[in-house]
């Protein structure tokens, strides 16, 4: 058995920004952050959320996105250290989401958490690959800057196709595939905020089937099944926040965990969601049985 540990969306506590970093976006990003957004996610939350992951000792850790917040240098640093004391390079796969590219600047501190968007073969870029045992890692980006209030995704044609040759390849090989993503390919929030090209990202899981699609982005826990070949179905799962403070949103923080066994046409997969309660500790939240 093969146990995946999923977390999304920490926005980490934002340091304060220097002199001539607040341009562009990221004036009413900082505005938003002191005046909201740091009472919503709290540090000692996500501590607590990271500590009881790792005591489940999972196979593999996925993080969704959104560690950063305005995408300042300094955010890329912390970053960096948080995602090494999740895990080691082999053990945390990372996607990166809107906040982490939130200004077209972002991209020059994107070196600081490369080594965990890369491929096996140490190749960056997206798709990238990751086989570990039965499964297969694909972690796709749909982070992009975007204009003032703005906070789609996109693919981008060059992914889509990438993303369809890999399915098919790692079905040939028998694996569990599973896809990371930043922004849901379903969602009920508003249109400012989806993945521009969510019926390409369909049409290609439709076409060549995944076993698991697990997000972020939307800070709920999520479950859509999407269409995948052959009248079968691809479960899109996503998380809340993993620094939810208790009560200031719709869904508190959790992480999931999913047991994932068997073999093709016959996998077992389990999700259990651990989170919050009003106490502050950590419990299980749901347990439910995906397929298998
Ligand atoms: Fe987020
Ligand atoms: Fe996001």
């Given at each position: 058995?093969?146990?995946?540990?999923?977390?999304?969306?920490?926005?980490?506590?934002?340091?304060?920004?220097?002199?001539?970093?607040?341009?562009?976006?990221?004036?009413?990003?900082?505005?938003?952050?002191?005046?909201?957004?740091?009472?919503?996610?709290?540090?000692?939350?996500?501590?607590?959320?990271?500590?009881?992951?790792?005591?489940?000792?999972?196979?593999?850790?996925?993080?969704?996105?959104?560690?950063?917040?305005?995408?300042?240098?300094?955010?890329?640093?912390?970053?960096?250290?948080?995602?090494?004391?999740?895990?080691?390079?082999?053990?945390?796969?990372?996607?990166?989401?809107?906040?982490?590219?939130?200004?077209?600047?972002?991209?020059?501190?994107a070196p600081?958490?490369a080594p965990?968007m890369s491929s096996?073969d140490g190749a960056a870029g997206f798709?990238y690959?990751?086989?570990?045992?039965?499964?297969?890692?694909?972690?796709?980006s749909?982070?992009?800057?975007?204009?003032?209030?703005?906070?789609?995704?996109?693919?981008?044609?060059?992914?889509?196709?990438?993303?369809?040759?890999?399915?098919?390849?790692?079905?040939?090989?028998?694996?569990?595939?599973?896809?990371?993503?930043?922004?849901?390919?379903?969602?009920?929030?508003?249109?400012?905020?989806?993945?521009?090209?969510?019926?390409?990202?369909?049409?290609?899981?439709?076409?060549?089937?995944?076993?698991?699609?697990?997000?972020?982005?939307?800070?709920?826990?999520?479950?859509?099944?999407?269409?995948?070949?052959?009248?079968?179905?691809?479960?899109?799962?996503?998380?809340?926040?993993?620094?939810?403070?208790?009560?200031?949103?719709?869904?508190?923080?959790?992480?999931?965990?999913?047991?994932?066994?068997?073999?093709?046409?016959?996998?077992?997969?389990?999700?259990?969601?651990?989170?919050?309660?009003?106490?502050?500790?950590?419990?299980?939240?749901?347990?439910?049985?995906?397929?298998?």
């Amino acid at each position: 058995m093969f146990t995946l540990a999923h977390l999304s969306d920490p926005h980490l506590p934002l340091p304060p920004p220097r002199l001539g970093e607040l341009i562009n976006k990221r004036v009413t990003g900082y505005i938003n952050w002191r005046h909201r957004r740091r009472f919503v996610h709290d540090a000692e939350t996500l501590v607590k959320i990271v500590a009881d992951l790792k005591a489940q000792a999972p196979d593999h850790i996925a993080v969704t996105g959104d560690i950063a917040n305005i995408a300042l240098e300094e955010e890329f640093v912390s970053g960096r250290k948080w995602l090494q004391e999740l895990g080691s390079l082999h053990d945390v796969s990372f996607v990166p989401g809107n906040h982490d590219a939130y200004v077209r600047q972002a991209v020059r501190y994107a070196p600081q958490w490369a080594p965990y968007m890369s491929s096996d073969d140490g190749a960056a870029g997206f798709p990238y690959l990751r086989r570990r045992g039965k499964l297969a890692l694909i972690g796709l980006s749909t982070a992009v800057a975007t204009p003032l209030f703005m906070a789609t995704g996109r693919l981008g044609e060059a992914q889509c196709a990438r993303l369809g040759e890999i399915l098919t390849t790692l079905e040939q090989e028998k694996r569990f595939r599973v896809v990371l993503i930043h922004h849901p390919p379903v969602s009920r929030a508003k249109r400012h905020k989806l993945l521009s090209d969510a019926a390409e990202f369909k049409r290609i899981i439709a076409a060549h089937g995944a076993e698991l699609v697990l997000h972020g982005h939307d800070h709920l826990h999520m479950l859509n099944w999407l269409h995948g070949p052959n009248g079968s179905r691809v479960p899109a799962v996503g998380v809340p926040s993993a620094s939810a403070a208790f009560g200031t949103t719709k869904n508190d923080a959790a992480y999931n965990l999913y047991a994932i066994d068997g073999a093709p046409e016959a996998w077992c997969c389990e999700m259990i969601s651990r989170g919050t309660n009003f106490a502050g500790t950590i419990m299980q939240q749901r347990r439910l049985k995906l397929f298998g």
